[in-house]
C-alpha cells in the first residue's frame, strides 16, 4: 500500500509535468545510431536470434494463441496490461509498420499513431539495441513470421494510468540514456554478454530494483544499481552482482548450464525466470549463454574461466556435496534422530530430506540446494510458501529435456506447519532470514484457491 | 472398422522400455512415429509422488500399477494333462501397465547375460558333450554372440544409468568387481552403492569362504546423473519402495527418467494411450505387415493405424499372444511334435533363498533400494561342472535389503503364527534382526513349456486368451538344491542364532498362486533359422520383414540373471540394424 501511494504521488507529480510538455513539445523520434545501407541484408539466422534473446514469444503469445499474436495478459502494479499482435497482418498486426514505425516502439516506447505503449514492453532496454539486430528483427517479423488475424485486446487501465500522455513524461525521465550499445571493450565474449544482459535479453527489467518513478534505476552497469536486485510481482528477482549475490559461488560454466536449461549444480529456474529459459535462452547457441555468464561473473571483476560447451550430453555422474561448515550443525541435527528436534527440522526430515538431504546441498542439477537459496532466503515469502504449497516444475530444455517437476504439500501441512517449516529453512544450514507467519501462508493458500 | 488414421512410417506396440527405445532412435531418423499404449499415461509427478506412492497397501499388495485380469490375463496349466484356467488373481508374475510398463515398477537389477549363456548349447556340447542334455530339454544358442551385443550393453547401460563397479574391463580382471562376467568395454557409468550392514556382512562371509563378492549392479542413482539424451536420475535416498512401485525420487532408471522426457521433444513423434492393440494385419502377399488394429478405449471404437513398420514392445505374454492372434511368427508350436516355433520355449526363473536370524544383531529393514547388495557368481553359469553337478544352470546370490516396507518385510521363523498374539510376539523379538541372501538361477528351456491360444476362454475383444503351459522341471529343480547345500553353509558361518532356507526341490509344483518372479521369457525366440524360432538375430519377424519383436519373448532360454540388461542390449542391437541396414532396403536381414 506504501509503495502504491509513493507510486500514486510520483506519478500524480508527473502528471503535471507531462501535462505542461504535452502542449510545449511535439513528439520526435530517436534517430537511428548507424545508418545502414538500403540493401542491408541480415546475416541467416540473426533475426531469429534477436526474436529468441529478445524473449518475445512469451510475452506475445497467449497461452493457447498462435506465436506472436499477442493476447497475454501482463499482470502490472498499475493493472493487467494486454500483450499485442506483432505478426505481419496488416489490420491487426503490425504490418503496416514501416521500419522506422517499428523502431520508434522498440527504442522510444511509441507506436505509429503516437500512442505510448506502457513500459511493460522494456524498450528502456531494447533502445541499447543495434540497428543491425533491429533491422534483422524487423525483416524476420515481416518475412518469416505468418500473419495472424487476431484483434488486440484494450487495456483499460483504472484512472490516472489509463492516461497514456502521462508514460510519455515517465519516458522523460526512464529514458535519459542515449539509444544504441556501447561496450566496454573488456574481452569479446563480455562484450557480447554485456550487450544480450542490457539490451536483448532485457535482465534489468527484473533485475534492477525500480526507482521511485518505478524506472528501472539504472540500465547499464555504469549504474551501481543495476542487476543489484529487484522485486517483481512478489518474487525476488535476486541481485547478480555485489558480494551477496546468489549466484556469486557460480562458475562461468554452471551459470551457463543455468541460463540454457535452468538447472544447474545449485539450483533450479522458478517463476518468471523458469518462463525466460523455456522461451529464450535454452534457444541462443552456447556461445551466447556463456557469453552472458562471463560478463555478469566479470562484472564484480572475478576472475573465470570460460567453458567451451554448456550442459554437456552425457553420461555425467556427479555425487552430491557434503555439507559445508556454516551447514554441519543443522546437518548433524537432522541424522541425530532426535525427537526431541524442533517441529520445523522434524517436518523437513518428514517431508523434504529425501531430495534436498540433510546437508541442504540438494543433488546437482535436479534437486536444488536450498543453503543460500535465493527463493528460501528472499525478502518476498511466497514464493517459498507456493513452492511448499504446490510445488514446483523446471519445464524441459533442448539439453535437459526432462520435466523437474516437485509435488505440493498443501493437502499434507496446515497453515502453521508450513510457516513453522518456512522459518526453519530460512535459518537453517547457515540460512539467515526472518520469520514465515501463518497468515502469510494463509495467503497465498487462499490466492491459490482462487484461481 | 470404425476409423483408419492418417497412415504413419512406424507405429509401436506398447511404450515401455524396448517402445521408448525404437521410438527416440527411430525418431533420430526423422521417421514419423506413433506409439500406442493400452495404459494410461504416467509422469514421476504426479503418479509417482510422495508421499502418495509409498502407500504398501494399494501399491505393494493390492498391486494398483499392474495390469487388471480383467482388462488382459491368460490361462494356466502345467501340463497337457491339464485343463488351463484363466488366472483371475495375479500372483506368481506381475505384468504391468500404462506408459514405462514394467520399467516404471521394476526392482532395477540390471545384469548383462554371461557369454557362455548365449552360447549355451554350444558350450555344453563343447565341454561335456551332447548326452549330458537332458531329453525334453529344448535349449539352444542365441543367434547373436556376447560380443556382437558388448557395445549396446554399454549403450543401454548408460542410457538406463546404471550404477557398479566392473569385474572385466576389456579381459582385464578389476579389483572390486565381478570377476566372472562377461568383458567390458567401459567402466559403469555410475559408481558402485554403498553397502547396507547385511550386505556388508554377507560379503565378509562369502570372502572368509574364499568367494569373490562384489556390489550389485544397479538402476538406481548412486550420484545425480544425466544420460546421453540429456535425461536425469537424482541420487536414492534408500527408501526401500522399488518393486511395485514407481520412484518418486527420480532415482530409478525407467522410462521416464532415461528416454521419454527426450523422446517428447520430436515433433515426429506421438504416442496415444489407452490405445489396445488387438491385432497385426498382414498385406494379401503375407510377407508384410500393414498396421495394427487397436482398441480407442475413450471412442469406444476399433482403429486401424497403417505403417511401415511394425515395433511389438509390450509384455513378453501379450507380444506372443498379439503374434498368435494375428499369425505371425511362424507355425505354432507343438509340444508332441516339437513341430513348430511360436510359443515355443517359454521358460522362467528358478529361485531360493536362505533367511537368518540374529537376535543380538540390529538390521534396519526399511533402509535399502531395489538393486541393493553384495553379489557372487562363484555358482554361476560359467564357473559351475555341469557334467559332475548333474545339472545344467546355475545362479547369482545376493543380500541386502532390497524392500524396506513395512507389511511384506516382516520376515519371521518358520512356527510363529501367522496373526495375534503369538505374532505379535514375534514381530516384536525379531523385527530388525533378520537378513536373508538370495539364489537367482537359470532356467532352461523345455519341450512341455510353451504358450498357444486357449481353446475355451476369451477376452472383453472376444479373442482367445493365451495358454501357458508350465511346470518345474528336474535339471532345475537340482540346481536349485545344489545351491542350497551351498548357501547354507556360507550362512552358518555368520553364525546366526536361527537360519531357514526356501529351495524348491524333487517333485515341485508349479503354483501360480504366490509372487515369484515376473521375468517370463521366450515364445517368440530368436534363431539362425526360421525352423527353429520366430525371430532372426535382429529381432526381426522370419516372416514378416517390417515386423520386429522386442523383449524377453527373444530369449532362446532364460538366463540366470534379470532380464533388463539382456533386453535392453537386444532393443539397441535391433534400433542399430533397422537405422543402418533396413530403412536404406526393407527387406529380410538374414
Known sequence: MKTFLRILAGLVLVGVIALLAFIFVPVQRTEPTTELAADWQAAEGQGELVLDAGDCVACHTSDDGESLAGGRAIASPMGTIWSTNITPDAETGIGNWSFADFRAAMIDGVTPNGTHLYPAMPYENYRLMTEEDMRALYDYLMTEVEPVSAANKDTNLDFPFNQRWGIRAWNWLALTHDAGFTPAGVSDAQDRGQYLVESLGHCGACHTPRNTFMAQDGVTAESESFLAGGVVGGWNAPALRGDDAGIKGWTVSELADYLATGRNAHSTANGEMALVVEHSLQKLPDSDNIAIAAYLKGMDGDAFDLPEEVAAAGPIATPEAEADDAGAATAELLVSADPDMPLGARLYSDNCLGCHFASGKGAPGIFPELQGNGLVVGSEVSPLISVILNGAEVPPTAKRPMTLRMQGYADRLSDDEVAELATWLRGAWGNDAGAVAPEAVAEVRDSDSAH | ?590
Not at chain 2, 424 to 437: A, D, L, T, V
Open chain 2, 1 to 590: 472398422m470404425a476409423r483408419t488414421e492418417p497412415k504413419k512410417d512406424v507405429v509401436i506396440v506398447g511404450l515401455g522400455w524396448t517402445g521408448s527405445i525404437a521410438g527416440i532412435e527411430l525418431a533420430q531418423e526423422g521417421l514419423d512415429i506413433v506409439a500406442l499404449e493400452r495404459g494410461h499415461d504416467q509422469n514421476t509427478v504426479p503418479n509417482f509422488e510422495y508421499p502418495q506412492q509409498i502407500d504398501e497397501l494399494k501399491y505393494g499388495v493390492r498391486v494398483k500399477m499392474m495390469q487388471k485380469p480383467s482388462q488382459q490375463t491368460l490361462t494356466v496349466r502345467r501340463s497337457g494333462d491339464e485343463t488351463a484356467l484363466p488366472y483371475r488373481s495375479l500372483g506368481s508374475f506381475l505384468p504391468g501397465n500404462g506408459v514405462g510398463g514394467a520399467g516404471t515398477h521394476w526392482n532395477g537389477l540390471n545384469w548383462r547375460p554371461m557369454p557362455e549363456e548365449l552360447r549355451l548349447r554350444s558350450y555344453v556340447t563343447e565341454n561335456w558333450g551332447e548326452d549330458i542334455i537332458p531329453e525334453g530339454m529344448t535349449i539352444g544358442d542365441y543367434p547373436v554372440s556376447y560380443d556382437e551385443l558388448e557395445p549396446f550393453f554399454t549403450q543401454f547401460e548408460k542410457v538406463a544409468g546404471i550404477a557398479g563397479k566392473a569385474g572385466n574391463l576389456n579381459g582385464e580382471i578389476q579389483e572390486g568387481g565381478n570377476p566372472f562376467e562377461g568383458w567390458r568395454s567401459e567402466e559403469f557409468p555410475m559408481p558402485a552403492h554403498k553397502p547396507t550392514f547385511d550386505s556388508a556382512k554377507f560379503g565378509e562371509a562369502a570372502s572368509a569362504m574364499g568367494y569373490h563378492p562384489f556390489t550389485a549392479s544397479a538402476g538406481i542413482a548412486s550420484t545425480s546423473y544425466t544420460n546421453p539424451y540429456g535425461m536425469q536420475m537424482g541420487p536414492c535416498n534408500f527408501c526401500g519402495f522399488c518393486e511395485r512401485f514407481g520412484c518418486y525420487q527420480y532415482s530409478k532408471s525407467s522410462p521416464q527418467t532415461a528416454i521419454l522426457g527426450a523422446l517428447k521433444q520430436y515433433p515426429n513423434f506421438e504416442y496415444r494411450t489407452n490405445s489396445e492393440v488387438l491385432k497385426i494385419e498382414t498385406a494379401p502377399d503375407g510377407q508384410t505387415a500393414t498396421g495394427v488394429t487397436y482398441w480407442d478405449e475413450e471412442a469406444q471404437e476399433e482403429v486401424f493405424q497403417p505403417a511401415d513398420i511394425v515395433i511389438l514392445s509390450s509384455y513378453q505374454l501379450n507380444n506372443v499372444h498379439l503374434m498368435l492372434l494375428s499369425g505371425i511368427g511362424g507355425p505354432v508350436y507343438d509340444p508332441v511334435t516339437g513341430e513348430g516355433v511360436l510359443g515355443k520355449n517359454y521358460a522362467y526363473q528358478m529361485n531360493g533363498g536362505v533367511s537368518m536370524f540374529f537376535e543380538d544383531e540390529q538390521f534396519n529393514p526399511f533402509v535399502g533400494h531395489g538393486a541393493n547388495g553384495i553379489a557372487l557368481d562363484d555358482f554361476a553359469i560359467n564357473q559351475n561342472d555341469f557334467g559332475a553337478l548333474g545339472f545344467i544352470g546355475g545362479s547369482y546370490w545376493r543380500s541386502g535389503t532390497f524392500n524396506g516396507q513395512p507389511i511384506r518385510s516382516m520376515r519371521l521363523p518358520s512356527g510363529t503364527p501367522a496373526w495375534g498374539a503369538g505374532w505379535k510376539e514375534g514381530i516384536k523379538k525379531w523385527y530388525g534382526h533378520s537378513m536373508s541372501i538370495g539364489s537367482h538361477g537359470s532356467h532352461m528351456a523345455y519341450a512341455n513349456n510353451h504358450l498357444d491360444l486357449d481353446p475355451t476362454y476369451t477376452d472383453r475383444h472376444g479373442r482367445p486368451l493365451m495358454r501357458m503351459t508350465f511346470n518345474w522341471q528336474d535339471n532345475d529343480l537340482r540346481m536349485n538344491q545344489y545351491m542350497k547345500s551351498k548357501m547354507e553353509p556360507l550362512a552358518a558361518s555368520m553364525n546366526p542364532d536361527l537360519m531357514q532356507s526356501g529351495f524348491k526341490g524333487p517333485g515341485a509344483q508349479y503354483d501360480v498362486r504366490p509372487y515369484q518372479t515376473t521375468h517370463n521369457t521366450g515364445g517368440h525366440i530368436m534363431s539362425t533359422n526360421a525352423r527353429e524360432g520366430s525371430v532372426n538375430r535382429y529381432s526381426q519377424a522370419w516372416d514378416k520383414h517390417n515386423v520386429f519383436v522386442m523383449g524377453a519373448g527373444n530369449f532362446v532360454q532364460n538366463t540366470q540373471y534379470n532380464p533388463t540388461g539382456l533386453v535392453g542390449g537386444l532393443a539397441y542391437h535391433t534400433v542399430n540394424a533397422i537405422r543402418t541396414q533396413y530403412l536404406s532396403n526393407p527387406r529380410p536381414l538374414v
